[in-house]
């Protein structure tokens, strides 16, 4: 999955916008059968918005406002559209069925809370964003991002996102474990794969990443034949 928290649309690529701009206007047209052709080419775009904000509004969000079929809207949550993803003036896809009177959607698009964060979680995203703003440097000063919430995490047994950052040659990638929070930082500058971190309540700490070299052909046991 991705998250996508730049704001500016002249930082995109053309081709790439004019990927983004068709995948958005699949959505807020109700084409959900080009909608579903473009998500198998592009999976992770799932819970993308229009670039630039707008209005924040995602696949999901778009289906809630349309009243989508039963059908469409669990096929989106299939392809892991998150129900915790909010519009940018705070709305869920369940807010937007409900103004809409959608009542047909209103217990399918109820966010499900699959694993717990930390606690407590609002102390838990600061110290992620914490960690986003020391590790980034001034890219966050010179160029607007959005900073990603930690409730997508919860929505799944094994949900990992990347957090593309302009200046920075490359992300962040993150996902829940047992305890803690865990963070990778990488660039296509690095020589390994980056550097890792564990955030949690108390506040976040780069993690040692020891590399286990992979057993010698010598050492293979094969079951006797």
């Given at each position: 999955m991705e998250w996508d928290g730049l704001t500016d649309r002249e930082r995109f690529?053309?081709?790439?916008?004019?990927?983004?701009d068709?995948?958005?206007d699949m959505a807020r047209d109700a084409?959900?059968?080009?909608?579903?052709?473009?998500?198998g080419r592009h999976p992770g775009r799932?819970?993308?918005?229009?670039?630039?904000?707008?209005?924040g509004f995602a696949a999901l969000h778009q289906a809630a406002w349309h009243g989508a079929d039963f059908a469409v809207v669990s096929r989106l949550l299939a392809h892991g559209a998150w129900r915790t993803q909010r519009t940018r003036d705070?709305?869920?896809a369940v807010d937007i069925a409900r103004e809409q009177g959608h009542t047909h959607l209103l217990e399918l698009l109820e966010p499900?809370?699959?694993?717990?964060l930390p606690s407590p979680p609002e102390v838990l995203e600061d110290h992620f964003h914490a960690?986003?703003?020391?590790?980034t440097g001034r890219c966050f000063e010179e160029i607007e991002h959005l900073l990603p919430p930690l409730a997508p995490l919860t929505e799944g047994p094994a949900v990992e996102i990347f957090f593309q950052v302009v200046g920075m040659m490359g992300g962040f990638t993150y996902r829940l474990e047992e305890d803690y929070v865990h963070v990778r930082a990488h660039s296509r500058m690095d020589g390994d794969d980056g550097d890792h971190y564990r955030v949690t309540p108390e506040g976040w700490?780069?993690?040692?990443?020891?590399?286990?070299?992979?057993?010698?052909s010598r050492a293979v046991q094969r079951p006797p034949s």
């Open positions: 690529n053309e081709w790439y916008l004019k990927e983004r068709r995948l958005s084409d959900w059968n080009g909608l579903f052709e473009e998500l799932v819970n993308l918005p229009r670039p630039g904000y707008r209005s705070g709305r869920r499900v809370m699959v694993r717990q960690l986003l703003r020391e590790r700490s780069r993690i040692e990443r020891t590399r286990v070299p992979p057993p010698s």
